[in-house]
């Protein structure tokens, strides 16, 4: 079995350049903070399915399971502070009214938090995000369902991705 190098440790932002963009905000862009986190968490979120996805795999196929269930967005209902690991790891790395509002612009339900432009940015991002992941599973020989192939077996939340080998 192969081993896992531990990755290095994210630098650590200095206090002088913290006091600096303090120094430097502009404190009446009510959308910025929002926009900014949005666009952190999301990012978080999809490198931390996909990272999670081959040890998933690892571990269901090590058991004698075929296939496994990955969620690759927040499920219809997540919403303050309750959901899956997705919409979790969008509040990890941004608050609940943030991931809150991501969670609207995945499922195409209104919100006011972000602003429209960065709200468009996550939706195109999410997208080529998503599609270019299962692209990567498929060429990788795996069977790939989602959307409307789930939802003719039954399966009708838009967030689930089922991977088979």
């Known amino acids: 079995m192969p081993v896992t190098k531990i990755p290095e440790p994210t630098p650590l932002i200095s206090a002088d350049e913290a006091r600096q963009l303090v120094a430097d905000a502009k404190p009446n862009r009510s959308q910025a903070e929002a926009d900014t986190l949005a666009a952190n968490a999301l990012r978080w979120a999809m490198h931390n399915a996909e990272g999670q996805t081959s040890t998933r795999i690892r571990t269901y196929a090590s058991y004698g399971r075929t296939s496994v269930i990955l969620k690759f967005a927040p499920g219809e209902a997540d919403c303050a502070g309750a959901g899956n690991a997705f919409y979790n790891d969008l509040i990890a790395n941004s608050n609940v009214l943030v991931a809150d509002a991501i969670s609207s612009i995945i499922h195409g339900r209104d919100q006011a938090l ?52």
Not at 126 to 146: I, P, S
């Open 114 to 165: 972000i602003s429209p432009l960065q709200s468009m940015r996550l939706l195109n991002e999410y997208n080529a995000k998503l599609v270019a992941f299962l692209r990567r599973l498929k060429r990788a020989g795996y069977d790939v369902k989602a959307g409307e192939e789930l939802a003719e077996q039954g399966i009708h939340d838009n967030s689930t991705v089922v991977v088979s080998w």
